[in-house]
């Protein structure tokens, strides 16, 4: 069965420190999001992604953050200098059709990498 | 806020017992999703259910929909040790494409 693959699955940085999560979506899936989990907390939505651009993004998703599909296949979150506070899960996904994945399956979450800012 | 919250919390039932979760919001949706998460892992969907559904079963798993109440219902039947995790309701609403996530209910089903 198709997976979305997050690499790495854990991180440990420094407060300031520029950090990559990279992703590989489902190879034909078109829509792609990041979301985060803070521990004990909610999943919450940062980013959507289609057709080379963001298509939707969250309060959350500030100037600290971007987003990049540089080769087609990967999909990257960039956080220019991390906080102590963007500790937590990020999660990928991709979808084939927008709001639902192939035949209404939902979306496909990668397994996470857990970002630790220290 | 939008957000879908479960209920209960925490849910430990004996293996074999029938596992009920609970879902409310309060926007339109377009559909509604569960997922299930083991502790620390990713996210794992389940099943979907679209605004115009009220019903849908998958495996030991029934979902339902009452677009009215804004409510859902997750029914885990028979239920396995295995079973133990998170259960989050997701929802889509509008034009958009984001989910909105539920608090969870974290299942535990002992043997």
């Known amino acids: 069965e198709p997976e979305v693959t997050q690499t790495p699955s854990h991180q440990v940085t420094q407060m300031g420190q520029e950090v990559i999560l990279r992703c590989v979506p489902i190879?034909?899936?078109?829509?792609f999001y990041w979301y985060r989990q803070i521990l004990g907390q909610k999943v919450e939505f940062l980013v959507s992604?289609?057709?080379?651009?963001?298509?939707?993004k969250s309060e959350i998703f500030d100037d600290q953050f971007s987003v990049e599909r540089p080769d087609g296949s990967n999909f990257t979150l960039k956080i220019r200098s991390t906080k102590l506070e963007d500790s937590a899960m990020y999660f990928c996904?991709?979808?084939?059709?927008?709001?639902?994945?192939?035949?209404?399956?939902?979306?496909?979450f990668g397994s996470g990498t857990r970002l630790t800012v220290v | 806020s939008q957000q879908g919250e479960e209920d209960p919390q925490a849910l430990s039932i004996q293996e074999g017992e029938n596992a009920t979760m609970n879902c409310s919001y309060k926007?339109?949706?377009?559909?509604l999703q569960w997922y299930r998460q083991n502790s620390g892992r990713g996210l794992v969907h389940l099943i979907l259910?679209?605004?115009?559904?009220r019903e849908k079963h998958s495996g030991r798993l029934r979902v339902t929909l009452d677009t009215s109440k804004k409510s859902s219902s997750l029914l885990i039947t028979a239920s396995r040790a295995a079973d133990t995790a998170s259960y989050f309701c997701?929802?889509?609403?509008?034009?958009?494409?984001?989910?909105?996530f539920g608090t969870g209910t974290q299942l535990k089903v002992e043997l």
């Open positions: 997701a929802i889509l609403t509008g034009g958009g494409n984001k989910l909105t």
């Open positions: 996904a991709s979808s084939e059709i927008l709001g639902i994945g192939a035949g209404g399956a939902g979306y496909t």
């Open positions: 190879s034909n899936h078109l829509y």
């Open positions: 926007t339109s949706i377009n559909n």
């Open positions: 259910i679209r605004s115009n559904e």
């Open positions: 992604f289609y057709n080379n651009e963001i298509s939707e």
